[in-house]
């Protein structure tokens, strides 16, 4: 079953902050984080594995609520390279597939 | 910076024909991964691959699709006989260990006539 991302789409200007949810109903053993431009590969963010762990990498950070099954990306001071749509990939206990959530789309403007 | 490469970037196959899509993943990298994408849609996971065999499959992978690695490099996507709905963007991805960051390649597009 594929995990829920909030909100479906997401406009900022330039320096705004924004959180984009990812939520399973299933368990979780690890979160990662992709961004993908139009037409070109998903990029791999951050991963975050069970135990409720928070990263980061520059301006953006994320979460992970292993009772709510439940991750958080955090997007602050938005920067227009931003843009694109942002993908949670969610790994159950005992699989090594990443199921995709439908995705986010952010847009940073000027 | 090392990198999964794929080819070809676009195949325009005529229904019913047979596919071969290409991807050698990053050297170390021991887990190879091909997902699809639709067309303004999400990324699906088709079929993981561990130890020169298939370790988990969706239920989009039928029996039309088959995985190999048939050297040290390379990790071909065959498709027996393509329909419409093949349609799509395929990626393959490779990860050095389970539960570590998946490496995308940059896709095939495919498109069926």
């Known amino acids: 079953q594929q995990p829920v991302q909030s909100p479906q789409a997401v406009i900022l200007r330039e320096g705004e902050d924004a959180v984009i949810n990812c939520s399973s109903s299933?368990?979780?053993?690890?979160v990662h984080w992709y961004r993908q431009k139009h037409g070109e590969a998903p990029v791999f963010l951050m991963i975050?594995?069970?135990?409720?762990e928070q990263k980061g990498h520059e301006k953006i950070s994320a979460s992970f609520n292993e009772k709510k099954q439940q991750s958080s990306l955090y997007l602050t001071a938005s920067q227009l390279s931003y843009s694109g749509t942002y993908f949670c990939?969610?790994?159950?206990?005992?699989?090594?597939?990443?199921?995709f959530g439908s995705g986010t789309r952010l847009q940073v403007q000027p | 910076e090392p990198e999964v490469t794929q080819t070809p970037s676009h195949q325009v196959t005529q229904m019913g024909q047979e596919v071969i899509l290409r991807c050698v993943p990053i050297s170390n990298h021991l887990y190879f991964y091909w997902y699809r994408q639709i067309l303004g849609q999400k990324v699906e996971f088709l079929v993981s691959f561990y130890n020169n065999e298939i370790s988990e499959k969706s239920e989009i992978f039928d029996d039309q699709f088959s995985v190999e690695r048939p050297d040290g490099s390379n990790f071909t996507l065959k498709i027996r006989s393509t329909k419409l709905e093949d349609s799509a963007m395929y990626f393959c991805?490779?990860?050095?260990?389970?539960?570590?960051?998946?490496?995308f390649g940059d896709g095939t597009r495919l498109s069926i006539l």
């Open positions: 991805a490779s990860s050095r260990q389970a539960n570590q960051p998946q490496h």
């Open positions: 975050l594995l069970k135990g409720g």
């Open positions: 990939g969610t790994e159950g206990t005992g699989r090594r597939a990443l199921t």
């Open positions: 299933k368990a979780l053993y690890s």
